[in-house]
């Protein structure tokens, strides 16, 4: 199990098993976007990829995200690379780039779910020409313009299935699910 929160909410006893994912974020800008790239590390753990691929390189952010995964559990990392090119050729699964120019993600769905791994890249500002043919698959969330925490996100969800509540012990802290107001129980809560 990725990590705490990994799980579909659909059977998959019928299917192949879910495939483990990662996630590439190409172009971030150390000091210029860090709340953008946090939010597809958080999106990217929560909905249960494995690991965040950071191109550059962001010590700051990965420590923050590592204190949210040290509170809310799962094994969820990040990942510095400085040279994403080489981790398309070495990666050991599909290339999946997520691009308003690609093939419809309902369409390629079925594909994508026979992988054993899966890497999802998401660009910032100005996505690198080169990617478009380097990844085994161009995969528009809608042919709009949008946001690369909405493409992590709803792909998936659509992969992998809505986060599961987090079992108790599985983490220091957790929330227990309230139709008003706050409950978190674990380590540390008065
Ligand atoms: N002008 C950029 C380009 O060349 O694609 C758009 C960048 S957009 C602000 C940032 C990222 O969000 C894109 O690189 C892509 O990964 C993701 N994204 C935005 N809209 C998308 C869509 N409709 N489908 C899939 N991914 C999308």
């Known amino acids: 199990m990725a990590t705490a929160s990994r799980g579909s909410s659909r059977s998959r006893s019928a299917r192949s098993p879910a495939p483990e994912v990662s996630v ?3 172009g971030h800008r150390p000091g210029r976007d860090p709340r953008l790239t946090t ?3 958080l999106v990217a753990r929560a909905f249960g990829a494995r690991r965040l691929y950071l ?3 962001d010590p700051e952010l990965a420590t923050r995200v590592g204190a949210v995964t040290a509170r809310w559990g799962g094994d969820f990392e990040v990942v510095a690379t400085d040279d ?3 981790l398309l050729r070495t990666f050991p699964g599909a290339v999946v780039h997520l691009t308003m120019y690609g093939l419809p993600l309902g369409r390629t769905l079925p594909k994508l779910a026979r992988h054993r791994n899966l890497l999802l890249v998401v660009g910032g500002a100005k996505v690198p020409a080169e990617l478009y043919r380097r990844s085994t698959y161009n995969v528009a969330v809608g042919h709009q313009p ?3 925490v909405a ?3 709803v792909t998936l969800e659509r992969l992998l299935g809505l986060p599961r509540p987090v079992r108790p012990g599985a983490a220091r ?3 227990v699910p309230s139709a008003r107001g706050k409950r ?3 380590e540390g809560v008065a």
């Open 24 to 26: 590439l974020r190409v």
């Open 184 to 186: 978190v129980v674990g």
């Open 151 to 153: 493409a992590v996100a």
């Open 84 to 86: 994403w090119k080489s």
């Open 146 to 148: 949008h946001s690369e």
């Open 55 to 57: 191109h550059p390189p």
């Open 39 to 41: 939010h597809v590390a």
């Open 173 to 175: 802290q957790r929330i």
